[in-house]
């Protein structure tokens, strides 16, 4: 576990520049695993759920290759403002979101790539507020930075 000081943290992820943490497109806190699980002969993780996570997988880039020949991650701006159509609340959360985060535009197709993903893993339907409010929160470091600015 690190014990570096919030002033240590704070430096090393300024050595990362923003147009690099720009085009990740999730930023998530992985919390490490007990001391010797890795090394325990009889661990495994649990097949039910290592299965039950494959076939959303498999069945939400179904979804994608359906809709537009390619995975989401891999549209256009053009082509995922077209997937990934925002009702006016929605959109409106979005660009607070922008706008308070100040994210680039390549943030901004991020989380609607991210948006409709999380949306083709429910099924493929539209993108909803609850998609779309995940997609943000995974733009944990953007927040970060701003928020130190």
Partial sequence: RCKCGIDAIEKYRTKV????????DLHID??????????DPDWQPDPVEHESAMCEVVDA????LARSGKLNAYLSGREIEACAPLEKEA????????????LSAR???????????????????????TALSEAIGYRR???????RA
């Fill in 141 to 147: 470091l953007d927040r970060y930075q701003t928020s």
């Fill in 61 to 64: 880039r179904s979804v994608m």
């Fill in 91 to 102: 959109r409106a959360m979005l660009e607070k979101a922008i706008q308070s985060l100040g």
């Fill in 30 to 39: 992985v919390p490490a695993l007990p001391t010797g699980t890795l090394s």
């Fill in 107 to 129: 943030g901004y197709y991020k989380i609607l790539k991210v948006a409709r993903t999380i949306a083709d893993l429910s099924g493929g339907g539209p993108v909803t507020m």
């Fill in 17 to 24: 520049s923003g147009p690099l943490m720009d085009r990740i």
